[in-house]
């Protein structure tokens, strides 16, 4: 298995730059990003080498690392006011929350403790063993997802099992290009999702009424994309 | 609420090369208390929440205890020093996330810290952590101390202690 410590050194780098910094950091959309996946790779890792400790704490930093990368891709497309000063609003908001994750002591602790949790190698039948099911659970979570009426959740539930797969594949030095495609197609799909989430919320919803038809008559060939994206993985994942 | 002390179980002696917070547990140690595990299986205990010390010797005794976890766990310094306010919110924030609220919470850690924190919500007596002040009671390695009431300081009661080869002789008859 591929040893963990870069992974580590990315995790720790991006966290320490964030809280010495502070909000200027944070303001770098790049550092955030690479919270979210080291932290997401290294619960991964901790998963394949079958402990249960500090999954939780690691999808706990991914989550809000991710709600404040959402915003940050979200924003970097050309909005019109006042839907563009929401969205900064509601950037400051998720930074805040993430800084205040980042300070806290239960980061502290999963930086502490990652290092032993995640260096073990663990025996390589037990990785396999775990792969296969991450295989499976891909598989099951899409049986629904041709259906028109499929909910978003049901195409971002695969694209969290996809991510998972495509991880632990890595982490054994295993091929896991042809995942790459379908993921992108979901990531699309989540931003779009994420646009009409945020619309949703905010108090600017009726006035924005043009804009919001707008997003839901994209969202049907989104998912079309998608879809298509999956059936080439899907190929793929049941060969292997 | 109930909440569930548990020391760490036995873990290597401090030597060159590693810090005290890369202490693993020994071969024994894991195996022992895999068998209190087994004993706290037995008399059905489930914890809705567990939340531990980040140092090594911690964490591999909270992983072992997987089988009789039922909800989240969560990593926090504040189990790796003494008992403070910050402890007590990090778990009521715990408890108002959850629903329903949780009933049955365990925090594995260390000694001195455990005991400081059971005579802190049981008595409300900060007075009796000072170093010099005879032990009022000390969990020992893979021990369990249980605690019922509203977690705050001095509306807590000791409801039991269960020594680490009791609770092995438990998971030793399946």
Same mark, same amino acid.
């Given at each position: 298995?591929?040893?963990?410590? %870069?992974?580590?050194?990315?995790?720790?780098?991006?966290?320490?730059?964030?809280?010495?910094?502070? %909000?200027?950091?944070?303001?770098?959309?790049?550092?955030?990003?690479?919270?979210?996946?080291?932290?997401?790779?290294?619960?991964?890792?901790?998963?394949?080498?079958?402990?249960?400790?500090?999954?939780?704490?690691?999808?706990?930093?991914?989550?809000?690392?991710?709600?404040?990368?959402?915003?940050?891709?979200?924003?970097?497309?050309?909005?019109?006011?006042?839907?563009?000063?929401?969205?900064?609003?509601?950037?400051?908001?998720?930074?805040?929350?993430?800084?205040?994750?980042?300070?806290?002591?239960?980061?502290?602790?999963?930086?502490?403790?990652?290092? !032993?949790?995640?260096?073990?190698?663990?025996?390589?039948?037990?990785?396999?063993?775990?792969?296969?099911?991450?295989?499976?659970?891909?598989?099951?979570?899409?049986?629904?997802?041709?259906?028109?009426?499929?909910?978003?959740?049901?195409?971002? =539930?695969?694209?969290?099992?996809?991510?998972?797969?495509?991880?632990?594949?890595?982490?054994? =030095?295993?091929?896991?290009?042809?995942?790459?495609?379908?993921?992108?197609?979901?990531?699309?799909?989540?931003?779009?999702?994420?646009?009409?989430?945020?619309?949703?919320?905010?108090?600017?919803?009726?006035?924005?009424?043009?804009?919001?038809?707008?997003?839901?008559?994209?969202?049907?060939?989104?998912?079309?994309?998608?879809?298509?994206?999956?059936?080439?993985?899907?190929?793929?994942?049941?060969?292997? | 609420?109930?909440?569930?002390?548990?020391?760490?179980?036995?873990?290597?002696?401090?030597?060159?090369?590693?810090?005290?917070?890369?202490?693993?547990?020994?071969?024994?140690?894991?195996?022992?208390?895999?068998?209190?595990?087994?004993?706290?299986?037995?008399?059905?205990?489930?914890?809705?929440?567990?939340?531990? %010390?980040?140092?090594?010797?911690?964490?591999?005794?909270?992983?072992?205890?997987?089988?009789?976890?039922?909800?989240? %766990?969560?990593?926090?310094?504040?189990?790796?020093?003494?008992?403070? !306010?910050?402890?007590?919110?990090?778990?009521?924030?715990?408890?108002?996330?959850?629903?329903?609220?949780?009933?049955?919470?365990?925090?594995?850690?260390?000694?001195?810290?455990?005991?400081?924190?059971?005579?802190?919500?049981?008595?409300?007596?900060?007075?009796?952590?000072?170093?010099?002040?005879?032990?009022?009671?000390?969990?020992?390695?893979?021990?369990?101390?249980?605690?019922?009431?509203?977690?705050?300081?001095?509306?807590?009661?000791?409801?039991?202690?269960?020594?680490?080869?009791?609770?092995?002789?438990?998971?030793?008859?399946?």
């Amino acid at each position: 298995m591929q040893p963990a410590s %870069s992974v580590i050194a990315r995790l720790r780098e991006g966290v320490a730059r964030l809280r010495d910094e502070g %909000s200027s950091a944070a303001h770098d959309p790049e550092l955030v990003h690479r919270v979210r996946v080291s932290s997401a790779r290294l619960r991964t890792r901790v998963e394949l080498v079958g402990a249960r400790m500090l999954r939780d704490d690691l999808r706990w930093l991914r989550k809000s690392a991710a709600a404040l990368r959402d915003l940050d891709v979200l924003v970097e497309r050309a909005h019109p006011e006042p839907w563009a000063r929401w969205l900064e609003h509601r950037r400051a908001e998720e930074r805040s929350a993430f800084l205040a994750t980042l300070a806290s002591a239960r980061a502290k602790g999963l930086l502490t403790a990652i290092e !032993d949790a995640s260096s073990a190698d663990g025996d390589e039948d037990g990785a396999r063993e775990r792969i296969e099911r991450l295989r499976e659970r891909a598989l099951r979570s899409a049986r629904h997802l041709e259906d028109p009426k499929a909910a978003d959740s049901a195409f971002h =539930d695969l694209r969290r099992r996809l991510r998972r797969l495509r991880y632990a594949l890595e982490w054994i =030095d295993a091929d896991a290009k042809p995942l790459e495609d379908v993921q992108a197609e979901l990531g699309a799909l989540n931003d779009h999702t994420t646009a009409l989430r945020e619309l949703e919320r905010s108090p600017l919803a009726a006035s924005l009424a043009a804009k919001r038809a707008a997003l839901e008559r994209d969202l049907a060939p989104r998912r079309a994309r998608a879809l298509k994206a999956w059936k080439a993985a899907k190929a793929w994942i049941e060969e292997r | 609420m109930q909440l569930w002390l548990v020391r760490h179980a036995e873990a290597e002696e401090l030597r060159v090369g590693i810090t005290d917070a890369q202490r693993a547990l020994t071969k024994k140690g894991k195996k022992r208390w895999k068998k209190g595990v087994r004993g706290l299986d037995d008399l059905g205990v489930r914890f809705d929440f567990l939340a531990h %010390s980040p140092l090594r010797r911690a964490v591999e005794t909270a992983d072992l205890a997987t089988p009789i976890l039922r909800g989240e %766990s969560a990593v926090t310094t504040d189990l790796a020093r003494p008992p403070s !306010d910050a402890l007590l919110d990090f778990l009521r924030d715990a408890s108002d996330a959850s629903t329903p609220p949780l009933e049955r919470v365990a925090v594995v850690g260390h000694e001195p810290w455990l005991t400081d924190l059971a005579v802190w919500l049981v008595f409300d007596w900060r007075s009796a952590l000072s170093p010099t002040s005879p032990p009022w009671l000390e969990l020992e390695k893979g021990g369990v101390a249980v605690l019922e009431g509203e977690l705050v300081p001095g509306r807590m009661r000791l409801v039991a202690l269960h020594r680490a080869r009791t609770l092995r002789r438990l998971g030793r008859t399946r």
